[in-house]
């Protein structure tokens, strides 16, 4: 059913939560009497849930319900949720969990905060006034939540200063205050993603996170491990990934130069080996991993692997000598003078690939502001200078 345009969309990313759907559209019925209001299930379910959903919406007359069902899960559930403000055709979006933990009788609230005119999201805080935390999953959970949102808090405090609860599913934003295409969705906190990738207003209204009614929770080491992972790619922008296959060659190169000296190889033989394996290495997780979004708009990959074997070669020039001076000069073992030199070499490795190898074809504007674009982009976003 299309009515006129809603006033508000609310977005609800679902993963095998089909014994919810019919109570959370009923009181999400009952709490928004009067707007005009659609409800769009950004749906990742793997049982029945579809046609939970299907069948609910078929039944329903009071607020229009639709569902994006994705085949392939990118981004996960904040891949969902940005498929959701996609696809919504109000500007107001409100964004909540399907495991009705995020009571639907606020959502007005968070309207009404918004109403005001002077804030481009309405975050529902567990952590201000008479907002309660208790519904989570134990003790630990609650550590969990507690350390965590310490943590990125401390990691964002200017982007943050004004928000309590970063860590929270439960939140309204104008869409047009948002720039879809700069975000860069990954695991489940895309409220952390779109306050420390934009500068918007920020609003709060203090809610009370419910216990859970069906279904399980979704939190796991592996969800932890994602959201560190995001962290670390949202404070240091791509630098966190390169750093991280730098490192993982680094770990290699120290291995392979121990393996070859044991077995008698001279030392420089032995690092020679080892940093143009690890060369090649490095430039196909690179590839994979921190500047993919990039491919498309610079040279051939042909190029791409010439220009870094040929930048990575001439620093290991000059590294493996330097290495060498550290060995005979300060008698320090090779693969300590190995890890020096890494070290060193690891900025120059990095400006040189966001800044030459990744390069667009065709400069969007003066070399000069191209350069200070790409610094931007590539080394402090979303940094707070």
């Given at each position: 059913?299309?009515?006129?345009t809603?006033?508000?969309?609310?977005?609800?990313?679902?993963?095998?939560e089909?014994?919810?759907?019919?109570p959370?559209?009923?009181?999400l019925?009952t709490?928004?009497?009067?707007?005009?209001a659609?409800i769009?299930?950004?749906?990742?379910?793997?049982?029945?849930?579809?046609?939970?959903?299907?069948?609910?919406a078929?039944?329903t007359?009071?607020?229009?319900v639709?569902?994006?069902?994705?085949?392939?899960?990118?981004?996960?559930?904040?891949?969902?949720v940005?498929a959701g403000?996609?696809?919504?055709?109000?500007?107001v979006?409100?964004?909540?969990?399907?495991?009705?933990?995020h009571?639907?009788?606020?959502?007005p609230?968070?309207?009404?905060?918004?109403?005001r005119?002077?804030?481009d999201?309405?975050?529902?805080s567990?952590?201000?006034?008479?907002?309660?935390?208790?519904?989570?999953?134990?003790?630990?959970?609650?550590?969990?939540?507690?350390?965590t949102?310490?943590?990125?808090?401390?990691?964002?405090p200017?982007?943050l200063?004004?928000?309590?609860?970063?860590?929270?599913?439960?939140?309204?934003?104008?869409?047009?205050?948002?720039?879809?295409?700069?975000?860069?969705?990954?695991?489940?906190?895309?409220?952390?993603?779109?306050?420390?990738?934009q500068?918007?207003?920020?609003?709060?209204?203090?809610?009370?996170?419910?216990?859970r009614?069906?279904?399980?929770?979704?939190?796991?080491?592996?969800?932890?491990?994602?959201?560190?992972?995001?962290?670390?790619?949202l404070?240091?922008g791509?630098?966190s990934?390169?750093a991280?296959?730098?490192?993982?060659?680094?770990?290699a190169?120290?291995?392979i130069?121990?393996a070859?000296?044991?077995?008698?190889?001279?030392?420089?033989?032995?690092?020679?080996i080892?940093?143009?394996?690890?060369?090649?290495a490095?430039?196909?997780?690179q590839?994979?991993?921190?500047?993919?979004?990039?491919?498309?708009?610079?040279?051939?990959?042909?190029?791409?692997?010439?220009?870094?074997?040929?930048?990575?070669?001439?620093e290991?020039?000059v590294?493996?000598?330097?290495?060498?001076?550290?060995?005979e000069?300060?008698?320090?073992?090779?693969?300590?003078?190995?890890?020096?030199?890494l070290?060193v070499?690891?900025?120059?490795?990095?400006?040189?690939?966001?800044?030459?190898?990744?390069?667009?074809?065709?400069?969007?504007?003066?070399r000069?502001?191209?350069?200070l674009?790409?610094?931007?982009e590539?080394?402090?976003?979303?940094?707070?200078?």
């Amino acid at each position: 059913m299309q009515t006129a345009t809603p006033e508000v969309t609310i977005i609800v990313p679902t993963f095998n939560e089909g014994p919810n759907v019919a109570p959370l559209v009923d009181r999400l019925s009952t709490a928004l009497a009067g707007r005009r209001a659609e409800i769009v299930f950004a749906d990742d379910s793997t049982d029945e849930t579809p046609a939970e959903i299907e069948r609910v919406a078929a039944a329903t007359g009071s607020i229009d319900v639709r569902m994006i069902h994705r085949a392939e899960p990118l981004g996960g559930l904040s891949g969902a949720v940005i498929a959701g403000l996609r696809a919504a055709r109000a500007r107001v979006c409100v964004v909540m969990d399907g495991d009705l933990q995020h009571p639907p009788e606020d959502v007005p609230r968070l309207l009404d905060r918004h109403a005001r005119g002077d804030v481009d999201v309405v975050v529902a805080s567990r952590y201000i006034g008479d907002g309660s935390s208790d519904g989570l999953d134990g003790l630990s959970r609650t550590l969990v939540s507690r350390t965590t949102t310490a943590l990125t808090k401390a990691m964002f405090p200017l982007r943050l200063r004004a928000c309590t609860d970063p860590m929270t599913g439960f939140f309204l934003v104008d869409t047009g205050a948002l720039d879809l295409e700069a975000l860069r969705p990954r695991g489940f906190k895309i409220l952390l993603e779109i306050l420390a990738r934009q500068q918007l207003r920020i609003g709060e209204i203090p809610f009370r996170f419910a216990e859970r009614e069906a279904g399980g929770s979704k939190a796991s080491l592996r969800q932890g491990a994602h959201f560190l992972a995001q962290l670390a790619a949202l404070r240091f922008g791509k630098m966190s990934g390169f750093a991280a296959i730098g490192a993982l060659g680094a770990v290699a190169n120290l291995a392979i130069v121990w393996a070859l000296t044991t077995v008698g190889m001279h030392y420089i033989w032995a690092a020679v080996i080892a940093a143009e394996v690890t060369i090649v290495a490095n430039f196909l997780l690179q590839e994979r991993f921190v500047f993919r979004e990039l491919v498309d708009d610079a040279s051939g990959r042909w190029s791409r692997f010439a220009k870094s074997f040929a930048f990575n070669n001439a620093e290991a020039l000059v590294r493996i000598p330097m290495m060498g001076l550290l060995v005979e000069t300060w008698h320090i073992s090779s693969v300590l003078a190995t890890g020096i030199t890494l070290v060193v070499a690891f900025v120059a490795r990095y400006a040189f690939h966001a800044l030459v190898v990744y390069a667009p074809r065709k400069p969007r504007s003066t070399r000069r502001e191209r350069v200070l674009h790409e610094i931007d982009e590539q080394v402090t976003a979303p940094g707070e200078l």
